[in-house]
């Protein structure tokens, strides 16, 4: 289990954006079940006094143009979840912005990576084709542990993924993404509203997200409102593992969980 580090990127962002400006937004919670409320309770704040929403967004270098280079200045990878969340917002402010730089895939990085990895985040995010973290964030080779499920499903394959990350590698920060008009969560609530069984193993999928589904709201209002809840569940189901949460007591890590908005390709965090 390697886990050397990599030489990593410096960023010359220092003036601080207005909270207009922010690039991951703080976005309301949804409606969701009574039951869901006290379940999730208390994990709008996880790890190290992280709060969500409240990270600091630098704004983008004048002059950086579309794909230009890192800079060449090796520093240190994020190596808090402060650092690492802040980390994110600035590549997904460049992603949405049409700034991308597609860092980290120079030949000297790649034959770094050939010895070992050190990535400052996880990211649990949805199989969608429309939503890749290494794009939505703006990161390279080696900077992202990315584990995908439909609908962010957990089961003990991606609950080991993410483990892997956090107590293996070191890793400080875990995002659980979900994404606007997730297929996952409207083949889960048009199967709770017809009673019809999906095919193959899709019904386990569908039943992983049913406890979300809000039966007060009705069309897409049900829908969008499950997407954020299930990211909300999973999110503390992830806080409850025990050798996560003993991470997340000491601030070494913070597990968060955002949206990813396909119209603006905005990510929100949610309480």
């Given at each position: ?10 960023d010359d ?9 922010l690039?991951i ?43 230009a280079?890192?800079?060449s200045?090796?520093?240190?990878r ?17 992603w ?29 995010g ?5 939503v890749?973290?290494?794009?939505v ?6 900077d ?5 499920s ?6 003990e ?17 875990v ?19 017809t009673?019809?069984?999906?095919p ?44 996560l949460?003993?991470?997340?007591k ?9 949206r ?6 905005r990510?929100?965090?949610l309480?």
């Amino acid at each position: 289990m390697n886990s050397d580090a990599a030489p990593r990127r410096g960023d010359d962002a220092t003036a601080t954006a207005t909270s207009a400006d922010l690039p991951i937004a703080h976005a309301k919670p949804r409606a969701r079940r009574t039951f869901l409320r006290t379940a999730l309770a208390g994990t709008a704040v996880l790890g190290g006094g992280l709060a969500i929403g409240t990270f600091p967004a630098d704004a983008e270098p004048a002059g950086r143009s579309t794909g230009a280079a890192r800079s060449s200045s090796a520093a240190p990878r994020p190596s808090t979840p402060e650092a690492a969340l802040k980390e994110l917002s600035k590549g997904n402010r460049r992603w949405r912005t049409f700034k991308q730089r597609h860092p980290d895939e120079s030949a000297t990085l790649r034959k770094t990576l050939t010895t070992g990895q050190h990535p400052f985040a996880v990211v649990l995010g949805c199989i969608d084709s429309r939503v890749p973290p290494e794009l939505v964030f703006d990161q390279g080779l080696g900077d992202l542990m990315t584990v995908r499920s439909a609908g962010e499903v957990l089961d003990e394959a991606v609950l080991g993924s993410v483990a892997f990350g956090v107590l293996e590698l070191d890793i400080p920060l875990v995002v659980v993404l979900g994404h606007q008009s997730c297929g996952a969560v409207t083949a889960a609530v048009q199967a709770d509203q017809t009673g019809e069984a999906l095919p193959a193993h899709i019904q386990y999928i569908a039943d992983e997200i049913a406890p979300v589904i809000d039966h007060r709201l009705e069309g897409d209002a049900r829908i969008t409102a499950a997407i954020d809840a299930n990211v909300r569940l999973v999110r503390s189901r992830l806080a409850a593992e025990a050798d996560l949460a003993a991470r997340v007591k000491t601030g070494k890590v913070a597990i968060v969980g955002a949206r990813y908005d396909l119209t603006t390709q905005r990510v929100h965090l949610l309480k």
